[in-house]
């Protein structure tokens, strides 16, 4: 139990540190102008990159230090190295479809993140499959599983609030007064009958 421990450990610190890696990068979204975006997806992938950088590179080597590794990548070490780089390339290409998603979705990290990790649950049993197809038998049980991932994102992605633009305030109709014809001769019958009836005398 305590061998398994150590890599039940790691692999929760993966789940919290991706688990927060959607939310935190939804924060770059960009605001839109006229319907245009500020910016696009590939300039928070810039730093994402160089955050890479700084803690594979030198953390890598600065724990190989502490290790004793040895610093060649030549010869028997060359699976490290070919290897190593493939994976780089997955993740950064995943990387970039997460930062993508984030940004198209306007930051939308509870649609986004279940599709992320309830897919990568099921690429990751397909290419494990597919590398043992012929050292072990598939049980039924994981189709069953697959589906129910499915449909978990199903619901999770129908359930997920969104945001709304605020409603705008209704225009006040203002009713003009008009004046009728009738009130019109109204009015001219009454100002005749105020003026004086003069009477001519022969």
């Keep these: 139990m305590n061998k398994m421990l150590v890599p039940i450990l790691f692999a929760i ?26 910016w696009s997806p590939f300039k928070p992938y810039v730093f994402i990159g160089l955050a890479y950088l700084v803690i594979a590179i030198c953390g ?3 724990m190989m230090a502490v290790k004793g590794d040895s610093f060649s990548f030549t010869g028997q070490y060359y699976p490290t190295m070919k290897w190593g780089f493939l994976a780089g390339l997955l993740g950064a290409f995943g990387a970039l ?3 993508s998603a984030m940004m198209t979705s306007r930051g939308n990290a509870l649609l986004v993140m279940p599709i992320v990790f309830g897919g990568a649950v099921s690429v990751s049993a397909i290419v494990s499959m597919l590398k043992l197809h012929a050292e072990t038998t598939v049980s039924p049980m994981l189709w069953v599983g697959m589906a129910l991932t499915i449909v978990g994102l199903v619901i999770v992605a129908m359930n997920t609030p969104q945001a709304h633009a605020p409603a705008k305030p209704a225009a006040e109709l203002a009713t003009p007064v ?3 014809g009738s009130d019109d001769e109204g009015l001219s019958s009454e100002a005749s009958d105020s003026d004086p009836v003069e009477e001519s005398t022969t």
């Design 13 to 38: 610190g993966t789940a919290v540190f991706w688990g927060c890696y959607g939310p935190t990068i939804g924060n770059a979204h960009a605001p839109r102008v006229d319907g245009v975006p500020l």
């Design 60 to 62: 890598g080597l600065a």
């Design 97 to 99: 479809c997460l930062t």
């Design 178 to 180: 008009q004046a009728t």
